[in-house]
DNA sequence: ATGAAAGCGCTAACAA
DNA sequence: TTGTTAGCGCTTTCAT
């Protein structure tokens, strides 16, 4: 295992002390060294195979050039990604990303978390935020650099890149309301998350706007047997059933398919469904699906700038970048029966 | 950021020397401590917040306790499930892993690999492997432990964890079979990939002992872009088209859907489907896709436990740990028309 | 422009 | 059982 030349090794070579060897291999010295020495140097380490040992420049400068990325759960389509959009922006700058799955779970999140301060990581992307997300606030009290991706914290001061979901609902629908839909839900993601809240916010809102019977049905997880649940229920119970449902995301929309078909519905000719991430392949369902698409790898590479610039230069660029979304029309939407 | 108190302020703390911290709170060093020393100190450490610095462990150990997973591209729905599955047997024994992606390119492999060496990783799990993978036989040649998961890369002796390909490719023959179909071909992954090979071979072999027409055509890439140029030649060439398909993959499979659906053929009406991965909502697809469950999960556990013990105990467990498939019959698959 | 020397925080061989 | 010492490989301040 492991580069074996030192640069003890290579300053024999050279012929010169350790110290000029370490100047001369770093962009930001190298011009305190004369252009020929750096020259030598160059040569003997190539000869060498001379690698820097990351580890003890890191015990030296005390930092690791990691950051820790927590996410819920890498099988949950979204997120791979946003970690290639993550990975995108931080491998030219000699990063790289230690992504670490919660499943949800609070207490594993702050295992995790603490076995990557303790591999001094530099920063933090959280993909987990919540309202109750007290390892985030904890970061910042202990100084620790992050930033929140797709979802925040709220109350936790750390800059955030997410999606416009406000917009994403308002399209969907308006998208909705010009096929002549009138009585629509709204399955929300579970209670506690950014996205579940904004997104039933501005469903509620936008309906008053359009004169839209809207009404919001809480999920109990962003997954499809959580749709599929709970859209058995919307269709089991009494009274007229809606034209259209607007899901908290895809996998919700999933569910909602599902439920649909074991009820011997139709979608769209039953019941219009828009989704929400334009997760991938999301075109290839039964029926292609109608969605808005997020853009999830930008996302990540912007969250990833913006956890650079607070590591590299102390800067807090923006406390919330905001990204566009778009809705894509497949064929899970038609015009009311 | 990061931690704070240091092993000298604990040890200033309990009382006694630095070293004899070190040791009382090693698991492998404690039972050399007095018990009641051990008490003090933990009471200090946790008094002071203290949590080892594992950069200055990691130089002084000269291990990282990191590993380095090299995939082609994390949002191939393959792959997660691998990586997960790695995390979860590497994760309780102390191990991260650092994931990188290549996108297929050599190069890019190269570069990711060198810089996880400077890293000081302890090892490799490649995902990668293909007939050319000169990096993994230069990395046996350094000394470096790795294995392979998924594919293999021929001529490199690195223990590898793969699924039972050629059983797949049976099963879905003899499920073919049973439903009359006698004129089959075999969309075959790139060269080069031992996956590929293997599934075609297999797929020759079977087809004579089951007395069917069989075809193997070659595909660009295990893409569904790939699968639908490649069925759009099979379909618009004169003579006869099969009546089956067996795809390399499950992406290829999709492109073969598409490519249907662009000639005005209904699967499995006119032509049955059968895929090979059964990646995540393969169920969910237009129609549900029949394909061969390959358990990715347990393919990267299985290739962090042979990682784990060539690190640990420099065993080379088995060379090559076969995992069982399964056929998943969906409504892609019909009796010939 | 280069050398000398110290030290990041930890572990491990040796001594007591 | 505990203390002492040395040093992993690097960067960086201070001299020169």
Redesign the interface.
Known sequence: ???RATIADVARLAGVHPGTVSRALNRKTESQVNPETVGRVRSAAKQLGY??????R??RT?S?M?VGVIIP???N?I???I??GI?SHL?PL?Y??????TDGSDQAERL?F???????V??FIFATGHSGHSIAGEAYER???AVMVNRDSRGVPFPAAVGDDAQGIRESLHHLWNLGHRRIVHLAGPPGFSTSQIRAESFVSECAVLGIQGEVVQTAAYSVEAGQATMDLILERPGPRPSAVVAGNDLLA?GV?HSLRTHGLRCPDDVSVVGFNDM??AG?????MTTVRAPHFELGAEAARLLVNQIEHSILTALRVVLPVELIVRASTGPVA
């Open positions: 295992m492991s580069s690698t820097p040992n990351s580890i003890a890191g015990l005390s690791s990691t759960d890498l099988t389509p997120f791979p990604p970690v290639r990975d491998a000699g790289s990303a230690v992504v670490v799955n995790l603490e076995s990557l301060v303790q591999r001094q530099d920063g100084g620790i650099r999933l398919y991938p392949f290839d369902f039964q029926p292609p």
